[in-house]
């Protein structure tokens, strides 16, 4: 109940104002965001591959409505790709992309055209790109343009909300064409028509939704810090071959527990946002976790 009234209340334009004038340097943002600049996701990028971290990078923003942003986020991109290939880390970093950021609401062609040039960027570094998912009213267009860019890239990865009724379907066809899923449980406002609303139902969903993606998919992407839905996957991945799936985590979530699997000898991967839009992604974060928002308020409170 809190979780939706936060993300109703994240989309009131002076809220918006007022929390996303406040420097970068709050503590709470700092903890859930690399930076603001490439050279800051390069360097956070490093740390984490020292640490036996893989990575992959979110340059922020969404719901792009000019077609000059659209253009600057796909040549951020394209910008970041070439600079982490200059320093050797693509081996252990490949970048997740938005659609909405890149003109999805605009005009498809634009967005493919825009999501193509990312896909030519990181094949040339030798790296690879996954299309997050956004709100369920973009779930089809998303998966379209992940088939059309697949044809050339067939690395391109999916991501799969278990909240979303749809989700067990478009597993399956994942699955045929042996994409690589990057299964989460589903960050957004949605009504019940669509998406299971119970937390005991989207878990449940992860469940079936794992099981199917661990037996019979490509290269499971396993996101979620649930230690729950951690366990159950380390149980399940004793009958996959090392390296045919990972577990991922957001960046500043968890972190310990990161470093744990990995020292397990798992490959775990984490999702790195970095930029100055930060407003949706933080409120996302706010609203999984109460305990997040009360400290935000007090950093708030303290500091100004
Ligand atoms: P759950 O919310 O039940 O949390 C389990 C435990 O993890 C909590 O008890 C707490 O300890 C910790 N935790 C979780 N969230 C926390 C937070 N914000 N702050 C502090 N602790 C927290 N969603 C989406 O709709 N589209 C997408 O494309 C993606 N992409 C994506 C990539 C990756 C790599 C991850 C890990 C997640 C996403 N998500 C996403 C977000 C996802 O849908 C979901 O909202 C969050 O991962 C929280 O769900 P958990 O599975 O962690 O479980």
Request: with cysteine.
């Amino acid at each position: 109940m809190l979780r939706r009234t936060i993300l109703a209340a994240s989309r009131q334009p002076r809220l918006r104002e007022a929390i996303s004038t406040m420097p970068l340097s709050r503590d709470v943002v700092r903890r859930f965001v690399a930076g603001e600049t490439t050279e800051d996701a390069v360097r956070a990028t490093r740390e984490l591959v020292d640490e036996g971290l893989l990575v992959s990078l979110d340059h922020l923003g969404e719901d792009t409505t000019e077609a000059g942003h659209a253009e600057a986020v796909a040549k951020a991109y394209i910008t970041l790709l070439q600079r982490l290939d200059d320093d050797g880390l693509t081996g252990g970093a490949e970048v997740s992309v938005k659609l909405s950021a890149i003109g999805q609401a605009l005009d498809r062609h634009l967005c493919l055209d825009h999501a193509r040039r990312i896909c030519e960027a990181a094949t040339a570094a030798g790296t690879t790109v996954t299309l997050d998912m956004e709100d369920h009213t973009t779930t089809d267009s998303t998966l379209g343009i992940l088939a059309e860019l697949r044809t050339d890239f067939p690395g391109t990865g999916a991501v799969i909300q278990s909240y979303l009724r749809r989700s067990a379907g478009d597993v399956e066809d994942l699955i045929r064409s042996r994409a690589r899923v990057r299964l989460c449980k589903g960050a957004y406002k949605e009504p019940e028509s669509v998406a299971y609303q119970s937390r005991k139902e989207v878990d449940l969903a992860y469940v079936r939704l794992l099981v199917r993606l661990m037996r019979d998919g490509a290269y499971p992407m396993i996101a979620t810090h649930d230690p729950r839905l951690v366990a159950i996957a380390s149980k399940l991945a004793e009958k996959r071959d090392q390296g045919t799936y990972e577990f991922q985590m957001l960046y500043g979530i968890r972190p310990n527990e990161q470093r744990r699997l990995a020292a397990s000898g798992a490959r775990v991967r984490v999702y790195t946002p970095y930029g100055q839009e930060w407003y949706g992604y933080l409120m996302r974060r706010m609203a999984e976790r109460p305990a997040n928002l009360a400290f935000f308020l007090r950093a708030l409170a303290t500091k100004s």
